[in-house]
């Protein structure tokens, strides 16, 4: 098939819509050959970014928004498209696409040009009527990135504030004090507390990659004088967010500086591309479990729990990819039970900052308050919440065109405005077009090239680790207590290095928070940042947390620069040593017209023998990864044939589970078990392969949106719950008809899907309501009893039982589900890999532990509808469909409206490639 040209420039020639920009002052730098850029795709490839491209509103903008309730173009025309696939989805072919996704050809049709400027002579940025998406074409790779940063800060000025501040420990001096302000950027701070200078000793290190790290030096520098020199014309023109004006900053931000850029990476990297670092919550657990069992006893019992790798767990790849330690070896260090106390990560309180009272957001549109419940939502970082991309992906074998198809895309929460913008960028070396998080748009972090795309998903394996080392006295040397400011390292007394970042606010129209201060605090070691301290045989010992990617925040951006170049990436292959460059946690999928493939990325410390991934490990020399460098947090990896990865597969699914057999779940990972919200992705598309039915691209948008609509409890688990309670007869007849509903909603399918009146009600209600109701009480009451207390609340602690829906649009199959299968299963005499150690439901037969699920069945359904679904901001109490609506969390002053629940992708494509080089 015939490759589509995009020529560069022609749109701006022939439109009459040439904004005339003052160019600022401008590297010299000499015209460079842009190649046409190639469009391989045909119109066959599509994207979705919920609610929209815009993310600045201009403070008149705002007051128009609260006045009238319409909202700045481009603001929210995906939203709706995006929900309507929710009743759409079913029998959807090709030709219907368009009403649920949006064009992501290469180029600007002259007659949908919507604007043109010229922010300096070497770029241009042409928008598109119908999404408004930048296309920018440079004449020199500077001025590509020149338009870039000037682009990105067009569409997400405020947003890339709040999470420069956010990566820098002091977003309470942005977006003021509210409580979830506060909470978030001590979240950060715990994860990358650095110092002005260490931002800066990152970027100047980037030299030390060669002629690649160079090229990223030279990209920064020209998309931050992009950026600012957005600014400066927004400053003049009073074109600048209005939440700068709400939130008490009149003149805007700042100048941007590089070291923002590693600011931002840290916060995106530390949210989606982490793993590992809860070596201390499992060992609360196994101190609990040798508590509660004895030593040999409760060991088999954490590791059954544990499951680092459950045989019956569903993977990516088939193919055995060893990655991990043993549990308990030579090295491990457990503290003493009762012992452990977490680190303060906050002194100095002053003001409101000794309130954590929550200050309620008006409800309404208003400015006035907008922010007083933080930028971000509660519990937004918690695991595994924030974990909910997916990939989709069918072999050209067993597709109606005989060419590979992928659905896929990230989910990072969802916002107004999107984290996420979508961008084209032509220039030397980068012809790509798709998503880029706000404030790293260097670069298309997640989209398609001329003939190949790609996406990734959170892969979370274990490249953080804690270490135990001992307290020491500075002045004499001597044993410390668990007060002292003293280490020992490599048989020294080192002291334990404290780093600063005092937060300050005041009110404002936007947050109304008092006035109030702080100053975070982080105690480092030369092994990690000092998470908790406690005894250890009755000596005083701090357990640290030492990540692989700490100091080295920039480092991934060389791989987008390879996905972004065609020169780089002319096969799966390319792509894969592409990938292998991010050293942050994803799971990467690609496509092209011939191949689909896979790769998993990371920096993967090796670990020497008797060190323990799973535990703390004793902070002797001995045990320090293989090739460590104290002074940059450098190591030896594994090689890139270690990394679990795939090519030419019949199909490829991810959900964030386990990656291959052997590469263990990370210390804090409780999930890679026998239930996992992946098999709804995976048993479906084994099924219509299994069946001979080809895919099309419909076919599998509509497969992957159905497996988003159904409740991850609804097969596995209530299957095995209902089979226990089985087919005799059940006296109560309330309770009888609990059942009954429960058996028809699940045969039906296990959706959560509502109709389009005006006041929508779920399909099967009643089941919905009982199921969310009885599920915390149901995994109480079968394994509390004979986990008492102490082993139950551990558990809790490292796995906490989940919802099956959030206003946040997610849902997962949590960690009991899979205990629960595993125990109900062997108490029904049915076969299990890898059982638990013992039998937890009743007293281990079908009827004493049916007795236990329907007296928990008929506690559930004696709990009060307004309890099930409590009053929250948004919605009332008792309003069982609004409890799972999907809200956009305002990081502005303009909202959106709720959407019906779906676990999807927030930014999502739909790839089919005709044609390649």
Same mark, same amino acid.
């Given at each position: 098939?015939?490759?589509?040209?995009?020529?560069?420039?022609?749109?701006?020639?022939?439109?009459?819509?040439?904004?005339?920009?003052?160019?600022?002052?401008?590297?010299?730098?000499?015209?460079?050959?842009?190649?046409?850029?190639?469009?391989?795709?045909?119109?066959?490839?599509?994207?979705?970014?919920?609610?929209?491209?815009?993310?600045?509103?201009?403070?008149?903008?705002?007051?128009?928004?609260?006045?009238?309730?319409?909202?700045?173009? %481009?603001?929210?025309?995906?939203?709706?498209?995006? @929900?309507?696939?929710?009743?759409?989805?079913?029998?959807?072919?090709?030709?219907?696409?368009?009403?649920?996704?949006?064009?992501?050809?290469?180029?600007?049709?002259?007659?949908?040009?919507?604007?043109?400027?010229?922010?300096?002579?070497?770029?241009?940025?042409?928008?598109?009527?119908?999404?408004?998406?930048? %296309?920018?074409?440079?004449?020199?790779?500077?001025?590509?990135?020149?338009?870039?940063?000037?682009?990105?800060?067009?569409?997400?000025?405020?947003?890339?504030?709040?999470?420069?501040?956010?990566?820098?420990?002091?977003?309470?001096?942005?977006?003021?004090?509210?409580?979830?302000?506060?909470?978030?950027?001590?979240?950060?701070?715990?994860? /990358?507390?650095?110092? =002005?200078? @260490?931002?800066?000793?990152?970027?100047?290190?980037?030299?030390?990659?060669?002629?690649?790290?160079?090229?990223?030096?030279?990209?920064?520098?020209?998309?931050?004088?992009?950026?600012?020199?957005?600014?400066?014309?927004?400053?003049?023109?009073?074109?600048?967010?209005?939440?700068?004006?709400?939130?008490?900053?009149?003149?805007?931000?700042?100048?941007?500086?590089?070291?923002?850029?590693?600011?931002?990476?840290?916060?995106?990297?530390?949210?989606?591309?982490?793993?590992?670092?809860?070596?201390?919550?499992?060992?609360?657990?196994?101190?609990?479990?040798?508590?509660?069992?004895?030593?040999?006893?409760?060991?088999?019992?954490?590791?059954?729990?544990?499951?680092?790798?459950?045989?019956?767990?569903?993977?990516?790849?088939?193919?055995?990819?060893?990655?991990?330690?043993?549990?308990?070896?030579?090295?491990?260090?457990?503290?003493?039970?009762?012992?452990?106390?977490?680190?303060?990560?906050?002194?100095?309180?002053?003001?409101?900052?000794?309130?954590?009272?929550?200050?309620?957001?008006?409800?309404?549109?208003?400015?006035? !308050?907008?922010?007083?419940?933080?930028?971000?939502?509660?519990?937004?970082?918690?695991?595994?919440?924030?974990?909910?991309?997916?990939?989709?992906?069918?072999?050209?074998?067993?597709?109606?065109?005989?060419?590979?198809?992928?659905?896929?895309?990230?989910?990072?929460?969802?916002?107004?405005?999107?984290?996420?913008?979508?961008?084209?960028?032509?220039?030397?070396?980068?012809?790509?077009?798709?998503?880029?998080?706000?404030?790293? =748009?260097?670069?298309?972090?997640?989209?398609?090239?001329?003939?190949?795309?790609?996406?990734?998903?959170?892969?979370?394996?274990?490249?953080?680790?804690?270490?135990?080392?001992?307290?020491?006295?500075?002045?004499?040397?001597?044993?410390?207590?668990?007060?002292?400011?003293?280490?020992?390292?490599?048989?020294?007394?080192?002291?334990?290095?404290?780093?600063?970042?005092?937060?300050?606010?005041?009110?404002?129209?936007?947050?109304?928070?008092?006035?109030?201060?702080?100053?975070?605090?982080?105690?480092?070691?030369?092994?990690?940042?000092?998470?908790?301290?406690?005894?250890?045989?009755?000596?005083?010992? /701090?357990?640290?947390?030492?990540?692989?990617?700490?100091?080295?925040?920039?480092?991934?951006?060389?791989?987008?620069?390879?996905?972004?170049?065609?020169?780089?990436?002319?096969?799966?292959?390319?792509?894969?040593?592409?990938?292998?460059?991010?050293?942050?946690?994803?799971?990467?999928?690609?496509?092209?017209?011939?191949?689909?493939?896979?790769?998993?990325?990371?920096?993967?410390?090796?670990?020497?023998?008797?060190?323990?991934?799973?535990?703390?490990?004793?902070?002797?020399?001995?045990?320090?990864?293989?090739?460590?460098?104290?002074?940059?947090?450098?190591?030896?990896?594994?090689?890139?044939?270690?990394?679990?990865?795939?090519?030419?597969?019949?199909?490829?699914?991810?959900?964030?589970?386990?990656?291959?057999?052997?590469?263990?779940?990370?210390?804090?990972?409780?999930?890679?078990?026998?239930?996992?919200?992946?098999?709804?992705?995976?048993?479906?598309?084994?099924?219509?392969?299994?069946?001979?039915?080809?895919?099309?691209?419909?076919?599998?948008?509509?497969?992957?949106?159905?497996?988003?609509?159904?409740?991850?409890?609804?097969?596995?688990?209530? !299957?095995?719950? *209902?089979?226990?309670?089985?087919?005799?007869?059940?006296?109560?007849?309330?309770?009888?008809?609990?059942?009954?509903?429960?058996?028809?909603?699940?045969?039906?399918?296990?959706?959560?899907?509502?109709?389009?009146?005006?006041?929508?009600?779920?399909?099967?209600?009643?089941?919905?309501?009982?199921?969310?109701?009885?599920?915390?009480?149901?995994?109480?009451?079968?394994?509390?009893?004979?986990?008492?207390?102490?082993?139950?609340?551990?558990?809790?602690?490292?796995?906490?039982?989940?919802?099956?829906?959030? %206003?946040?649009?997610?849902?997962?199959?949590?960690?009991?589900?899979?205990?629960?299968?595993?125990? *109900?299963?062997?108490?029904?005499?049915?076969?299990?890999?890898?059982?638990?150690?013992?039998?937890?439901?009743?007293?281990?037969?079908?009827?004493?532990?049916?007795?236990?699920?329907?007296?928990?069945?008929?506690?559930? *359904?004696?709990?009060?509808?307004?309890?099930?679904?409590?009053?929250?901001?948004?919605?009332?109490?008792?309003?069982?469909?609004?409890?799972?609506?999907?809200?956009?969390?305002?990081?502005?002053?303009?909202?959106?409206?709720?959407?019906?629940?779906?676990?999807?992708?927030?930014?999502?494509?739909?790839?089919?490639?005709?044609?390649?080089?």
């Amino acid at each position: 098939m015939r490759p589509h040209i995009v020529r560069v420039f022609t749109a701006a020639a022939a439109s009459g819509l040439v904004l005339a920009l003052t160019p600022s002052v401008v590297d010299t730098a000499a015209a460079e050959p842009v190649p046409d850029a190639v469009d391989y795709c045909e119109g066959q490839c599509d994207y979705i970014l919920p609610p929209g491209q815009a993310g600045n509103a201009t403070i008149k903008e705002l007051l128009a928004f609260l006045q009238t309730g319409k909202r700045p173009a %481009h603001f929210s025309d995906q939203l709706g498209k995006y @929900e309507d696939l929710v009743r759409g989805y079913s029998g959807l072919t090709d030709d219907q696409l368009d009403r649920f996704f949006n064009d992501e050809s290469f180029g600007v049709p002259d007659d949908e040009v919507a604007s043109t400027i010229h922010p300096r002579d070497d770029v241009t940025i042409v928008r598109d009527k119908r999404d408004g998406v930048p %296309h920018i074409t440079g004449e020199t790779r500077a001025g590509t990135m020149f338009g870039a940063g000037y682009a990105g800060a067009a569409d997400r000025l405020f947003v890339m504030d709040v999470f420069r501040h956010l990566g820098r420990g002091n977003l309470t001096s942005l977006a003021g004090g509210a409580v979830g302000n506060r909470e978030f950027e001590q979240q950060i701070w715990r994860i /990358a507390p650095y110092t =002005n200078a @260490e931002l800066r000793q990152q970027f100047d290190d980037l030299a030390d990659l060669g002629e690649v790290g160079v090229r990223m030096q030279q990209d920064a520098r020209s998309w931050v004088k992009g950026v600012n020199a957005y600014i400066a014309e927004a400053r003049k023109g009073a074109e600048l967010p209005g939440e700068y004006v709400a939130l008490g900053h009149p003149t805007g931000p700042t100048k941007w500086k590089v070291t923002d850029i590693l600011a931002t990476a840290a916060v995106a990297g530390g949210m989606f591309g982490s793993g590992g670092g809860s070596e201390m919550q499992s060992a609360l657990a196994l101190i609990e479990a040798r508590a509660r069992y004895g030593k040999t006893r409760g060991i088999e019992v954490w590791k059954a729990f544990r499951a680092a790798e459950d045989p019956e767990t569903v993977t990516t790849v088939d193919e055995s990819f060893p990655y991990g330690t043993d549990a308990l070896t030579e090295g491990t260090v457990l503290p003493d039970r009762g012992s452990v106390r977490a680190a303060n990560w906050v002194t100095d309180r002053k003001g409101s900052a000794k309130d954590s009272r929550r200050t309620p957001r008006p409800t309404g549109r208003s400015l006035k !308050g907008f922010a007083n419940d933080g930028v971000l939502p509660d519990g937004f970082l918690d695991e595994p919440t924030t974990m909910m991309s997916n990939a989709t992906m069918v072999s050209g074998e067993h597709t109606e065109s005989g060419n590979p198809v992928a659905v896929f895309g990230p989910q990072t929460g969802f916002f107004a405005p999107q984290l996420w913008m979508v961008q084209e960028l032509q220039g030397p070396g980068v012809s790509a077009a798709g998503a880029s998080f706000a404030g790293l =748009n260097f670069a298309v972090l997640v989209g398609r090239g001329q003939d190949y795309a790609w996406s990734p998903t959170s892969a979370m394996q274990d490249i953080t680790d804690s270490y135990a080392v001992r307290l020491c006295n500075l002045k004499t040397g001597a044993r410390g207590t668990l007060t002292s400011r003293g280490y020992r390292f490599h048989g020294d007394c080192l002291p334990i290095r404290r780093v600063k970042r005092h937060s300050s606010w005041k009110p404002s129209l936007g947050d109304q928070t008092p006035k109030g201060s702080y100053t975070l605090v982080a105690d480092r070691t030369k092994l990690g940042i000092i998470t908790h301290r406690a005894n250890v045989y009755g000596r005083a010992t /701090a357990f640290t947390s030492l990540r692989s990617t700490f100091m080295h925040e920039g480092d991934a951006a060389a791989a987008f620069l390879a996905m972004n170049d065609p020169e780089q990436v002319s096969s799966a292959e390319d792509f894969q040593r592409a990938a292998s460059r991010v050293n942050y946690t994803f799971n990467w999928f690609y496509v092209d017209d011939q191949d689909i493939a896979y790769f998993n990325s990371g920096a993967n410390p090796i670990r020497p023998d008797g060190a323990d991934a799973n535990l703390p490990t004793e902070g002797r020399k001995r045990y320090e990864w293989k090739g460590w460098h104290a002074d940059d947090n450098s190591a030896d990896y594994t090689s890139f044939e270690e990394h679990p990865q795939a090519v030419d597969k019949d199909y490829l699914v991810n959900w964030n589970n386990k990656q291959a057999p052997g590469y263990n779940a990370a210390d804090g990972n409780f999930m890679f078990g026998s239930v996992h919200r992946a098999q709804l992705l995976d048993d479906r598309v084994r099924a219509q392969i299994d069946s001979g039915e080809k895919f099309t691209r419909a076919s599998l948008v509509s497969l992957v949106e159905e497996a988003g609509l159904e409740d991850p409890r609804a097969d596995r688990p209530l !299957g095995l719950l *209902l089979d226990v309670i089985g087919d005799r007869p059940i006296k109560d007849q309330e309770l009888a008809t609990a059942v009954q509903k429960l058996r028809v909603w699940r045969e039906s399918g296990g959706l959560r899907t509502a109709g389009t009146s005006e006041k929508p009600k779920f399909k099967h209600s009643r089941a919905l309501r009982v199921l969310d109701a009885w599920w915390p009480r149901v995994v109480r009451a079968e394994f509390r009893p004979k986990l008492h207390k102490g082993l139950y609340a551990s558990l809790l602690g490292a796995a906490p039982i989940l919802s099956g829906y959030s %206003h946040r649009g997610n849902a997962s199959a949590d960690a009991w589900s899979s205990w629960m299968s595993k125990d *109900l299963r062997r108490i029904l005499g049915r076969s299990v890999d890898a059982p638990l150690p013992r039998l937890y439901c009743g007293e281990g037969t079908v009827a004493t532990c049916r007795k236990v699920l329907l007296k928990s069945l008929d506690a559930a *359904l004696d709990v009060p509808k307004k309890q099930v679904y409590p009053a929250d901001g948004t919605c009332k109490a008792a309003d069982q469909y609004c409890a799972a609506q999907t809200l956009h969390q305002s990081l502005g002053g303009i909202t959106q409206d709720p959407i019906h629940w779906q676990n999807r992708s927030t930014f999502q494509q739909v790839i089919e490639f005709p044609g390649g080089r």
